[in-house]
């Protein structure tokens, strides 16, 4: 149907007029191009659209027309259905998005992320001071990356006062706008005082290695041009980030070099943000040896199902896609994990779907090299 029609900007106005008022943003976000439109005569209609969704700086409370916000923060490409009765009456059934980069936004991949997120940051913060009872205020956020899992996973870096000292806080919070759904999943606080001590060769262990893929693909990247080798990026096992000049990334990764077969480098990659994007990171050491063999099926408990719930996100979206269900993740009830060409995730999770709750299995298998990183395996809810 057309898509400047006067039909189709009845149903336009009501997707962005209701994800609005669904969404926990302090910012106005507007439809800036429909790409297009389908009609489904049922009883009533179904319409289904695909369009960008802008996020403007303009806020809810100042009162300004929606129209006149042109000044973008980020961009969207987003799919939405509308059912329409015959009394008539209007429903958004479902909504999603992910980031206008789509080549970088596969499912899993966490990228950099540009934009205003003071207010993420905030909803994190004042998460944590309900969970620890204290009175933590937000100063900046420092660094941002996204992940499209089954809505938007933002990993930040904020910096927060804390009485009389200032932390550096590393946190995830999970979004889904369609369902007006936003949750903190992780969160780990660092005193800066302690942070600038490490300037003397102190370092900090990460509890989450798979994190840094980014700099681990880098290094791996590096090794293969310095040796003229073929290497795939395996595994994260071991991060050790060290404030320097920047930031040094002590890295332990498990690669598999054509012609020779896995081997385990020892990697130190030199971060400066600030400078230009082609020399902003530096391959500062490196060291492989053959990697010892892993016994087949080893099988772990992981400590923290929780810090988990991207994952675990990834694997119900990936069942709604093909079930089409509306599964939606309540929590990682457990988890367990197994080494492989990557690594192997075994979760318990417990979804909803309206008023019925039930618990899935889900296996899902991380490759970091490839695009998208993650498969669903199995599953049975």
């Not at 369609?178 to 992780?186: M, Q």
């Not at 929590?331 to 039930?358: F, H, I, P, R």
């Amino acid at each position: 149907m057309q898509t400047d029609s006067n039909e189709a900007n009845e149903i336009t106005s009501f997707v962005q007029a209701t994800i609005n008022a669904r969404s926990n943003s302090m910012y106005l976000s507007k439809v800036t191009d429909i790409s297009k439109m389908e009609r489904q005569v049922v009883a009533g209609f179904n319409y289904r659209l695909s369009f960008d969704f802008s996020r403007t700086k303009c806020t809810k409370s100042s009162g300004q027309d929606l129209e006149s916000c042109n000044d973008i923060q980020t961009v969207e490409v987003c799919t939405a259905s509308v059912y329409k009765s015959l009394l008539p009456t209007l429903e958004l059934t479902r909504f999603n998005c992910q980031p206008k980069d789509v080549k970088r936004a596969c499912g899993g991949c966490i990228v950099d992320a540009d934009g205003n997120f003071d207010d993420i940051a905030q909803f994190a913060v004042n998460s944590i001071n309900d969970a620890e009872n204290s009175d933590r205020k937000l100063i900046a956020v420092t660094s941002a990356k996204k992940q499209v899992v089954a809505g938007t996973l933002y990993h930040l870096t904020v910096r927060v006062s804390n009485g009389d000292q200032e932390e550096d806080c590393q946190v995830k919070v999970w979004e889904r706008l369609w369902l007006n759904d936003i949750r903190l999943t992780d969160s780990s606080c660092q005193p800066v005082q302690e942070l600038k001590r490490q300037i003397a060769g102190g370092r900090v262990v990460q509890s989450n290695p798979s994190a840094f893929a980014d700099q681990a693909q880098f290094a791996v990247d590096a090794i293969s041009g310095k040796e003229n080798s073929l290497n795939e990026l395996l595994d994260v096992v071991k991060v050790e980030t060290q404030v320097v000049a920047g930031i040094l990334y002590h890295m332990t990764v498990r690669v598999k070099t054509a012609g020779q077969g896995e081997r385990v480098c020892a990697v130190q990659v030199w971060e400066r943000a600030w400078l230009p994007a082609a020399d902003r990171r530096q391959l500062a050491s490196s060291s492989c040896s053959a990697a010892k063999v892993k016994r087949a099926g080893q099988i772990t408990q992981h400590p923290n199902p929780e810090s988990l719930m991207d994952v675990a996100a990834f694997g119900i979206g990936e069942v709604n896609s093909r079930a089409n269900s509306a599964f939606v993740v309540s929590k990682v009830v457990s988890a367990k994990t197994q080494v492989v060409a990557g690594k192997m995730y075994y979760l318990t999770v417990e979804v909803t779907e309206g008023d019925k709750v039930k618990q899935c299995d889900v296996n899902v298998w991380e490759r970091l090299w490839l695009s998208p990183p993650r498969q669903l395996t199995s599953t049975t809810c």
